[in-house]
């Protein structure tokens, strides 16, 4: 069965070093998905991108954090200096475009990649 | 900004018993999602019920949605431990970008803790 996949699982820095994280959706989908998820809450969107064009930011903490997704496959969020506040799990979704006859609303989640920033 | 607010924020049975979750929104919305995730892993996509939906069975879940409360539950019957996890409410809306670009956006809810005991 097909899955998102992300990398790294878990990841442990230093305040004020760079962070990135990797997401591969699903084969065909079109939209992606970057949430935040602080521990004991629930997820918060972070950048939505439909093919390779950001249709949703208004969370991503602009001055620190950056997402892109060239080719409208792949994609890579980025966090330059990292923060204690930014400990917490970065999880990654997909789903067909909501063009497609295909769309159900249903997201599909990678595992998550869990930062601790020291 | 989370829009749904889950109730209990935890809830502790037996094997055997049935569990009921319930989340309540403040906006208008197009489908309402139920996710599970198991701890420290990635969200699973349950059941969605659309907004001219009232009641819609899967298996042993069962979803509810009363748009003129703004308000859905979700009844797990028959508890079994293996259904010990975090229970999310998400709303999806639909919204627009400065383009004019229509998008899905899908909000989750705190969450409710469920531990069943063997």
């Known amino acids: 069965e097909a899955e998102v996949a992300q990398s790294p699982r878990y990841k442990i820095t230093e305040k004020s070093q760079a962070v990135a994280f990797w997401c591969d959706p699903i084969?065909?989908?079109?939209?992606l998905y970057w949430y935040r998820q602080i521990l004991g809450q629930g997820p918060e969107l972070l950048v939505q991108?439909?093919?390779?064009?950001?249709?949703?930011d208004s969370q991503l903490p602009k001055d620190r954090f950056s997402a892109e997704r060239l080719k409208g496959v792949d994609s890579t969020l980025k966090i330059q200096p990292a923060e204690l506040g930014d400990s917490a799990m970065y999880l990654c979704a997909s789903s067909t475009g909501q063009g497609s006859h295909a769309w159900t609303g249903e997201l599909f989640f990678g595992e998550g990649s869990r930062l601790t920033v020291l | 900004s989370q829009q749904g607010e889950e109730d209990p924020q935890a809830l502790s049975i037996q094997e055997g018993e049935n569990a009921t979750m319930n989340c309540s929104y403040k906006?208008?919305?197009?489908?309402l999602q139920w996710y599970r995730q198991n701890s420290g892993r990635g969200l699973v996509h349950l059941i969605l019920?659309?907004?001219?939906?009232r009641e819609k069975h899967s298996g042993r879940l069962r979803v509810t949605l009363d748009t003129s409360k703004k308000s859905s539950s979700l009844l797990i019957t028959a508890s079994r431990a293996a259904d010990t996890a975090s229970y999310f409410c998400a709303t999806s809306r639909v919204e627009g970008d400065a383009g004019g670009t229509s998008y899905g956006k899908l909000t989750f809810g705190q969450g409710t803790i469920l531990t069943v005991h063997p």
């Open positions: 084969s065909g989908h079109a939209t």
């Open positions: 906006t208008s919305i197009n489908n």
């Open positions: 019920i659309r907004s001219n939906e």
């Open positions: 991108f439909q093919d390779e064009s950001v249709v949703d």
